[in-house]
């Protein structure tokens, strides 16, 4: 053999070594085990099979999950859209609004400040202002209430302050900052809570959050695609929220830092943080015992029960309750904490159980996403989440319809409420001026009944001897409405 023939088998040997490398590896990657915390395992393309399902038949815009084995980031993954309206796909690097998900990274910075001996969790917050909280403007309604003076950094971070979640939720409905019990003596989730331990933060350390968050947070983690200020490089790859009936929603770009939800980050980024949280790297180990040991026991049967004191037993059999930034409850498998991420058209959820050194993280651009929660997250952990507390209602299956059956129920219907149902582009659509509803797509439980998915409202089209459309039965939440069709 010549040395050109050697020279050339030789070539073709280390080719053909080199695509069986690439075979085996690509192979193996698509196997790759993810361990859950029952000791179960999943593999990567049975993970992505049951995402890609829970998508299509909940009908999700898109989603990220990020899953996290022995404390290491072990899957990344993007699904569907960024923006729906215009088919372009995210992928992992995709920046998502993380809402209230930059909660419990400001309360990290929080307990790290508490190392430093900067702040003491139990000490008094007005104490550490030049001037009493009434005097500053956004706290003005608190004149004549002293029992501001009773709220800490500890109780903002629990959510006992007392506030609503938000002033525009005031059950008064006077859009004005109250508190509505004694600070520290129950659980109310409350957004502006954490704002005023920001103010406190930023006068007692003189530096704004986004300052904080980079120096003790976002670069010690390698975070480097988030932050609490939109960022020009973010205009490269965002993504868009969608709203119940997949509609884009006009992105919000945050230009003042808010510790309660004016964040962005990646599904890989908030991992990091994730994996970091659950070894509370960067704080003492009396920090991160505190933060993660229970602050206040939870008794309410819904997350934003607004202010409500009623008693829910399942609460007690699983130990849920706050600690400082995160909810906490007991799985089968050891303690397990726990955030939700909620705004308009993004829902997101993380939940770690630090014991076997597991976590999951979900982003979700579509306001359906919370729907498929509790089932992914069991699907990925074996372990079923406070769901009902947390107000996430179970999708509901639906079929499709042919459009000349559709064509049937559109018109206008009428009585204690007026409803006008449309056709568009092979889906029904109802509106409803009478409750200010615009048009929101019906799903389909068979050719006659259907539901909406924005609220717990069924809707029974019924036909007379004819055969012809009559009447809309309307059961919406418990209240039954019979509407004849006009037209």
């Keep these: 053999m010549s040395f050109e023939e050697k020279s050339h088998a030789m070539k073709k040997t280390l080719l053909l070594i080199c695509i069986t490398a690439v075979i085996v590896y690509n192979t193996s990657a698509q196997l790759k085990q993810i361990e859950r915390p029952d000791g179960k395992t999943l593999s990567t393309k049975i993970i992505d099979s049951i995402v890609n399902k829970l998508l299509d038949t909940a009908e999700i815009t898109g989603l990220q999950l990020g899953i996290i084995n022995d404390n290491k980031i072990v899957y990344l993954h993007s699904y569907g859209y960024k923006n729906k309206a215009k088919k372009e796909l995210s992928d992992t690097s995709t920046h998502f609004y993380a809402a209230s998900l930059a909660k419990p990274l400001f309360g990290y910075i929080v307990m790290q400040l508490v190392d430093e001996g900067k702040i003491d969790l139990n000490k008094p917050l007005y104490t550490y202002l030049p001037k009493p909280l009434p005097e500053y403007d956004k706290y003005k309604d608190l004149a004549g209430d002293d029992r501001y003076k009773l709220i800490t950094a500890r109780i903002c971070l629990d959510h006992t302050t007392g506030f609503p979640n938000w002033r525009e939720n ?6 004005k900052l109250e508190i509505f019990f004694k600070p520290g003596s129950r659980y109310s989730y409350s957004g502006e809570g954490i704002n005023l331990l920001q103010l406190v933060v930023e006068t007692i350390t003189g530096r704004h959050l986004e300052d904080l968050a980079q120096e003790k947070i976002f670069k010690p983690f390698g975070m480097t695609m988030t932050s609490f200020l939109w ?19 006009t992105k919000q770009r945050f230009h003042t830092e808010f510790a309660a939800g004016s964040m962005e980050t990646t599904v890989g980024d908030y991992s990091r943080f994730l994996a970091a949280a659950m070894q509370g790297k960067r704080l003492s180990a009396k920090a991160k015992q505190q933060m993660f040991s229970p602050q206040i026991f939870i008794h309410t049967k819904r997350q934003f029960d607004e202010l409500s004191a009623d008693s829910v037993p399942d609460n007690n059999a699983i130990h849920l309750a706050y600690g400082l930034g995160w909810g906490l409850f007991t799985s089968p498998y050891g303690k397990a904490f726990f955030k939700e991420g909620h705004g308009v058209g993004w829902v997101n959820y993380v939940i770690a159980f630090p014991d076997k050194k597991m976590a999951v993280a979900i982003f979700c651009n579509d306001a359906k996403g919370e729907s498929i929660f509790k089932e992914l997250v069991e699907r990925t952990t074996g372990v079923t989440i406070p769901w009902y507390w947390e107000n996430y209602t179970p999708y509901r299956g639906s079929v499709k319809v042919p459009e000349a059956i559709l064509q049937q129920f559109t018109g206008t219907y009428d009585g204690k409420l ?40 069924d809707i029974d089209f019924v036909k007379g001897p004819d055969g012809k459309v009559i009447k809309a039965v309307l059961d919406d939440e418990g209240d039954h409405y019979e509407l004849m069709k006009v037209k």
């Excluded at 005031?170 to 859009?175: F, L, M, V």
């Excluded at 490089?233 to 868009?240: R, T």
């Excluded at 006008?420 to 615009?438: D, Q």
């Design 170 to 175: 005031n059950p008064h409905n006077n859009n």
């Design 231 to 249: 960022q020009p490089s973010f205009e490269n790859n965002y993504a868009l929220g969608h709203d119940f009936n997949g509609d884009t929603i």
């Design 418 to 457: 007026k409803a006008i149902v449309t056709l568009e582009n092979g889906r029904l659509k109802v509106e409803s001026p009478t409750v200010n509803l615009g048009k929101t797509n019906l799903y389909a439980m068979n050719d006659h009944h259907f539901f909406l998915k924005i609220m717990d409202t």
